[in-house]
């Protein structure tokens, strides 16, 4: 499933909510094979990003481009089905309806929107939907309902369903918020393995600092809604500045 590289390419973003400057200046670049964590203290502008990242929020300022194209201005739905995927910190998955059905929900829903192919759920997109249960170890629970799922297996469901629609780049908000150590460390390896199967670029964000300096290709830091440093995991954990602001030390 790897396909060509994409590239999103994030300038000088900025944001403010009334008085409050809640992102100043961001810029990156996100590619395949990227995972690159966001993190900073509360209020940094970490879940204000991955809203103007994804249409949800419109910047004051500064351009989003997913290979070449703008996305600033485009809904939100739009820049789904250009291939920016979205996990969210509170739980998205219909509760009544079994773990297979709400996988298969989302391969339907995108191939409504790109082809505008309508079948019955149910017997749609069973095998793509199974097969990516599978790899995130959730095929012996596919035909449970997702609101009986443990708390870690829910996100694992979660994984899937946004992998479901086939995203060049995926956005996770603290995709291992309320797990246990060993389930946030499980979840961040299956989800590099994913980067490099896929050539999926991710942007995450995560509490965690030995989630983060053990899996992150990349770390940007925002204090404030700027950025105090970006590089890799070694370059970033040694920095004074991070170490002050953030790490406490
Ligand atoms: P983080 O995710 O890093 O904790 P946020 O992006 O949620 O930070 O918030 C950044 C700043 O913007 C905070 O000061 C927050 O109070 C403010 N903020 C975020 N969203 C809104 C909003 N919808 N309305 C007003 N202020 C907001
Ligand atoms: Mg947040």
């Known amino acids: 499933m790897s396909r060509p590289g994409s590239r999103l390419e994030v300038r000088d973003l900025h944001r403010a909510f009334?008085?409050?400057q809640a992102v100043r200046g961001v810029s990156f670049t996100l590619e395949s094979g990227d995972l690159l964590a966001l993190i900073g203290p509360n209020g940094a502008g970490k879940s204000?990003?991955?809203n103007l990242l994804n249409g949800?929020?419109?910047p004051d300022r500064g351009?989003?481009?997913l290979d070449g194209a703008e996305l600033v201005g485009l809904p939100p739905r739009r820049v789904w089905a250009l291939g920016v995927g979205r996990t969210f910190q509170i739980t998205a998955t219909f509760a009544s309806m079994t773990v297979a059905e709400n996988v298969?929900?989302?391969?339907l829903s995108r191939a409504r929107r790109l082809f505008g192919l309508w079948r019955p759920a149910a017997a749609c997109f069973r095998e793509e939907a199974l097969a990516l249960l599978d790899r995130v170890g959730m095929a012996s629970q596919a035909?449970?309902?997702c609101g009986v799922l443990a708390y870690g297996d829910l996100k694992r469901v979660e994984l899937a369903m946004a992998l479901a629609s086939d995203p060049k780049i995926l956005l996770m908000d603290e995709p291992t918020a309320g797990m246990a150590p060993t389930e946030r460390l499980e979840l961040m390896a299956l989800t590099a393995a994913l980067v490099r199967e896929r050539g999926l670029a991710v942007l995450f964000t995560e509490h965690d600092m030995d989630v983060v300096f053990g899996h992150a290709t990349r770390v940007l830091v925002l204090d404030r809604g700027?950025?105090?440093a970006e590089g890799p995991p070694e370059a970033v954990r040694a920095d004074a500045r991070v170490q002050s602001v953030y790490l406490g030390g």
């Open 63 to 65: 351009s989003v481009r």
């Open 48 to 50: 204000t990003c991955f």
């Open 143 to 145: 035909e449970r309902p």
């Open 56 to 58: 949800q929020l419109r």
């Open 226 to 228: 700027r950025t105090i």
């Open 104 to 107: 298969q929900m989302v391969f």
């Open 18 to 20: 009334g008085g409050v």
